[in-house]
């Protein structure tokens, strides 16, 4: 099966926005074996929308529609599909219904044009929007697939994932269960996780492994297919196993999981608390924590120490060590985080100073920089890292080094 | 002139990337007057690449490629391209000593493939890539025009800017000026701001007013035509005065500043010293301040009171204030502020304490949030704001309103 994914908006031609939709669902098409081989973007405009349709028609079997599901007259993707099938549009009752409840609820006067939002075309099946009020559309027709699903990407999402995909799967005669799963890894380049999978990568075919990097880690995505879930599941347990065996010490996480995320529930198994100490990250590490709903019974806080005074006479650092080896040493690192743990009371300090850049600083090149992790009775543990980058690159990457190394702190209390 | 972007690379269709070069490119036009019907992302395959320029040379002026110049047997757009208008590849000099500059320099062995970066189809004006190896093409033939781009955005938007955008300006017949200038605007709806404004927007030809609303700030950017720069700069000078007079409260800059920036220029010019006592916005406030190199001269770090405990026991609120009054209160903020300012003896103290969601707590709303400027030799001040969105929203929008109330603060020392 062969598809193409038409963007319907005049934002996107406009660049005022870009085309994520398009990125997920190639994802997800791919994902399920369906080959995208073209991505347009057609703007609010019946005649363009047309050609579109039927260059599309021409050359893919699913045609996925994203946008122009709305109230506006300015919104007419399921007008022209319809036009282009020859069938004419029909209310859907619980569409209309779910739509009066909503204007009901947060007390708004709900008008005409909204009304429009509940056409759908007639004989297709209606992919209800959990989170707005257009519904999706799914049509067979002379051998082609349509699907029609809402521009806003927090509502096409769960209407594809929940609706939408068990339809493909079922016109692609799919029986199979097909379960993935991410493995998330840290602290290891993509080129040497591959080194280390290599037979594994060459050998593959069911569970497939999908490698991916960005954002200073590295992904694999294990997808397996059998007839029964249990089966699925056990080819994916099996091919990790093996994964886990060669690199599972970088191996931090599954699928949307987050090194934070980790980080704090590590804090929740040993109930640890965690204060910062933060010179070169400036708060980051402390935002990027309590940015979790529900962080705060484990995070109590932070002091960033920007200046190096606030070092000495805020966190309490000897002038003795920023004397002798300066803010960005080994010394201070250690200091910052026993600091910082003593001055908040927790079970866990955690200290960063270096050189985020863009330039060198006491002598030490950009990059350069130390973390601190003070754990009740332990003796302190300072990482060094040189890294590269930018000076946003270089502050990401260090909290996310101290994320990780809080993760892989296994000492108990 | 009517364009269609093109985007080819397989990359794009297994949803690796989004294809933000098509939005940058769409923005880019849309300045220049250049109307964008439709976008097209086609993978790394001959037969179907061909298909597309087929169809774009039906419905467009300008065709503009992106990707697909690359040393693999895979990068292919100029081939293409080439065959498509009769012609043959030619290899270009300067691209060609530039790319074997290139390995000299990094010390790395130039294999045989990356000489075909250098080949250009034959009478094309090159585009110069300054920051990677493979050069663009400007091309007119048969009343189209092709310009093809490198897929990488940090080599495709300088080329564009600074090589393809003139040649367009030139195939458009324009001899005059063109100059942009955006408004940036704070604390103001998008839609207040444009019925302040309307008869100015409804009667504009030149310059043209362009308002964009967006991560919670409004911009107008403002055009200007006229034969001398003088002319175009005294138009926009005009109407901006005439916007300004009506919406200058809201305005905080031009361009591409941001209010951390803004708020650091000012902390310059008053040559005051800035530390954050940070609740629910967990240190992001100090981050955002220090993510900008050379802040360390006014921004000295920040105390992240995320747990009560720590409010009272490091920073120094009042038991008596935490008590009666609560954390979330005016009472509290206006005593970290100053708490603050004293711990970190700056000139200036600023305080986040409120509820980011999504959870209300001792009994506030979801967004009910409080900032506290305390400054030397003036009375402290806390502003309350109700906001609405997502835990990140208002956290972000929190911070914005920190800066933006201390660029407004007028008081000198």
């Known amino acids: ?32 074996g369906v080959n995208v081989y073209y991505h347009t973007v057609v703007g609010d405009n019946p005649k363009r929308l047309e050609t579109a349709i039927e260059a599309a028609k021409e050359r893919a079997d699913l045609l996925v529609f994203t946008g122009g599901l709305g109230p506006t007259k300015d919104d007419l993707t399921k007008e022209t599909v319809a036009k282009s099938l020859g069938r004419s549009l029909v209310s859907h009752e619980e569409s209309l219904s779910s739509i009066k409840d909503y204007f009901v609820k947060t007390k708004r006067v709900m008008t005409p044009n909204n009304e429009k939002q509940a056409l759908v075309v007639e004989g297709s099946d209606v992919l209800l929007n959990d ?28 209407m594809f994932e929940n609706y939408a995909k068990s339809h493909i799967l079922d016109r692609l005669g799919v029986k199979d269960q097909i379960i993935s799963r991410v493995l998330r890894f840290f602290a290891i380049g993509e080129s040497q996780l591959e080194t280390e999978i290599e037979d594994l990568l060459e050998a593959q075919s069911n569970p497939t492994i999908a490698p991916l990097a960005g954002d200073g880690e590295v992904t694999l995505r294990l997808t397996a297919k059998h007839e029964t879930e249990e089966g699925a599941l056990a080819l994916l347990k099996e091919i990790e196993d093996k994964i886990q065996e060669r690199v599972g010490e970088y191996f931090y996480g599954y699928d949307q999981t987050t090194l934070f995320s980790e980080a704090l529930k590590k804090l929740g198994e040993k109930n640890w608390t965690l204060a910062s100490a933060e010179s070169l990250t400036g708060g980051l590490f402390s935002e990027r924590m309590t940015s979790i709903s529900g962080s705060g019974e484990h995070m109590r806080g932070s002091i960033v120490t920007y200046h190096d005074n606030i070092k000495e006479h805020v966190l309490g650092v000897d002038t003795d060590v920023l004397q002798k080896h300066g803010a960005i040493s080994e010394q201070c690192a250690r200091q910052m985080a026993e600091k910082i743990k003593e001055k908040f009371n927790t079970s866990v300090g955690i200290s960063f100073t270096g050189v985020a850049g863009p330039n060198t600083a006491e002598g030490h090149p950009v990059g350069h920089v130390f973390v601190g992790l003070a754990i009740e009775g332990k003796e302190t543990v300072v990482h060094e890292l040189n890294l590269q980058g930018t000076r946003e690159g270089i502050r990401k990457r260090t909290v996310n080094y101290g994320a990780y190394y809080l993760l892989k702190e296994d000492s108990e209390l």
């Open 1 to 32: 099966m062969n598809a193409e994914i038409i963007g319907v908006g005049s934002e996107l031609l406009l660049g005022q926005i870009a085309n994520t939709n398009a990125q997920f669902l190639s994802k997800q098409l791919a994902s399920l």
């Open 131 to 158: 989170h707005g009020m257009a519904p999706g559309m799914y049509i067979e027709a002379d051998g082609k697939t349509y699907i029609m699903l809402p521009g806003p990407p927090k509502e096409m999402k769960p």
